[in-house]
């Protein structure tokens, strides 16, 4: 069988941390074992709030940086916007005609952004996971590469696709698997350690972007919030201490170390001594990323280049699908 990943960010605000450990990190480590790559830059996706995507231009070309500068070959890849490829939208459309409202009103991001308010939300941000199902399905990929807080969404685009299989009564649509990476699943908010790291948090303190210079990652890791007790000698002890837990594993995670391993090591120590420590390790990992993106970045009409070649793979695969989906559906 033909193995095919689909994966893609949303243009809001700071790329940072999270994104890049949780997504783009684990997508490099499995470029190879994978027939056909898919990176999408969903910029659809980030008018579902609005209010984050004013700078969409902006922030989609940045995020394109980022997937080049971390390692994602535009030529072996597919590196391309959500909105050049009309397919998305259309099959979206068709998704949600067969697709219950129960299912989408269970979808915890959507309650979560949504609120209390649910009558002043846009429509866009309640039917999101069913575009999110056609982002996939629509070049009917196999494995979806996500962070833990996407989960739910993958499980729903399974739910779709069977949906649409039983409608048109043929195994139509593969169903995709999500591959989320255990270790990276979710890096927490430097501010605390309970909430995910994440672009709308109100505060640059909450996460490193992958822009910030070296003496901003230095800083927000030097005011990272933690707690006046040294380091423990066991990965148990951590439990009640999930500020300390998330520095403590990210050191891990840029020396490709294990957090027992981590703790061994600084074991007794305070975290005024570990947090130099853990900039320089973040530093030395994230600058080479930092200073290619900027480079990307200064020749726009070579990104656009390579999103264009990315867009014209891609809408010759979804062009493909969205033709025989037609004809299951009985359209002339
Ligand atoms: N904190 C995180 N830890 C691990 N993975 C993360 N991802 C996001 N935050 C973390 C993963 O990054 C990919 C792209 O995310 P997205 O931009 O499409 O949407 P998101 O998950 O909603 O990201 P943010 O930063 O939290 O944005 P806002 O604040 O706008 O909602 C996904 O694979 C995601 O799992």
Redesign the pocket.
Known sequence: MTTRIL????P??HI?L??Y???IRSWVSMLDQVDERLFCI?DQ?ALT?AE?AKDLRKNTLTIAAAYIASGIDPVKNHIFVQSHVPAHTELAWYFNCITPMGWLSRMT?FKD?AGKNKDQTMTGLFVYPALMAADILIYKATHV??????KQHVELTRDIAQAFNNYVENNFFPLPEPIIKSE?????SLRDGLK??????PSDYSRIHLLDDNETIELKIRKAKTDTDPIPGLVNNLEQRPEAKNLLSLYALFTNSSLAKVIQEFEGKQFSEFKPKLAEATISHLAPIRDAMIKLLADEAMLLQHLKKGADAANTIAKKTIKDVRSALNMV
């Open positions: 994966s893609g960010i949303r809001t605000g940072h999270g994104n450990l949780g997504a969903v996706h709030t984050d991001q952004k590469p996500v962070g833990e807080d996407q990276t699943a979710r890096i927490m995910k790291m994440s672009k709308s948090d």
